[in-house]
């Protein structure tokens, strides 16, 4: 069975912050999140990535959405869901696989070159496909373990994996389809509108506040410096000559957006061993059992955010649901008590025996320098 689909779940235990450009705000009485700009009833806040969801006139009232719980109240029929980016993931699974064949390396003693660490780390040497490939090496490429899983290098080979959008298990995303029916138990009874919170917190200058005891000692010429600063903070003005808040003034209060702790994401991966090989799916399962037990997902993990508990099931092309990973008081290990799963291991075991630095530096040469070598 050449084609393989991993679906399943992680489970918020911490908020998720994943960060996203654009001009939103908080109301600071109502708390109620929006787009626009920042003004007397209004600040500005660091909004987590949300994707559009089409909803019908049914759905429209079946979930509640009245026009005036809407970011933006002119896009009726539409409702934002926080999400994790498919982007992310895939390549947090690129870099952890990597660091399986890197360890290989390591033990035997063989080191890479910067071009092919960056190839195999980032996708890319160059960002531009190399032209000049042989038939042959191209068909290497395609074929092996990790390029062929991941594909890109300077040839631009096409992956055999696709990694999805997570989205969050509502029952609006059930009704439209992003995730199965088979996980309606796992959907949140938080309304699709109310799956992120607010978090402010105050950014504080010691030199400001005249916090810290030891400033004066430690700071050259403190006194004059500190006057400078707080004169220049005071007469900071816009082009229009209003009177603005300076930039260098972090005595302040900031907001960022977060998705709730206990929402479940489903997670859904397809693989075509057909060409890498089995080897290029035991390699993935151990990608995925390295994402499991580092954590930390998306920003603000130095406080906490973006942890969670993982559920991963293999699906066969009769549709039996096989547990990808067992869980522990150690953390998440591969199922190997599973058939299926022992037979994609044993042949990532064989596969990565044959793998070594001069075969990956060959896949991932850029041109220059095979002349330079002639």
Known sequence: MPQYKIAGTIKLTSPLHVATPGDRVIDIHSLRISYGEADSGHMNLTGTTIYPLALSEEEMLSEG????????PSER????????????ARGRLRRLAAAEVFGLLESRGEKLTLETYHGMTCGAVTGQPNKEVTFDLAV????????????GGPRMVQSCLQVNTLWPITSTTIKGGLVPLYYEDEKVLVGPNRLTRAMFYRRIDDA??????QTDLIVKEYSTVVADWMKEIDSAKSADGKKERSKKQLHTFAA????????RLYSELNVDTERAGLGALGLLIHALSAFANKQGIGGWI????GRFES?????TSDNIRIPLLTKSESGYEPNVDAEQVAEALDAWAAASATISAAELEELYALPERKKAAA
């Open 311 to 315: 559920e991963f099931d293999l699906i």
């Open 256 to 263: 960022i957006e977060y998705v709730v702790p206990g929402t």
């Open 302 to 305: 130095r406080i906490g955010f």
């Open 208 to 213: 400001l506040a005249f916090s810290d005891g």
């Open 77 to 88: 029929g539409s409702v934002y869901l926080p999400i994790f980016p498919a982007n992310d």
């Open 65 to 72: 959405m009245e026009t005036e719980t809407l970011r933006n």
């Open 140 to 151: 290497k490429a395609g074929k092996h373990s990790f390029l062929g899983l991941f594909g």
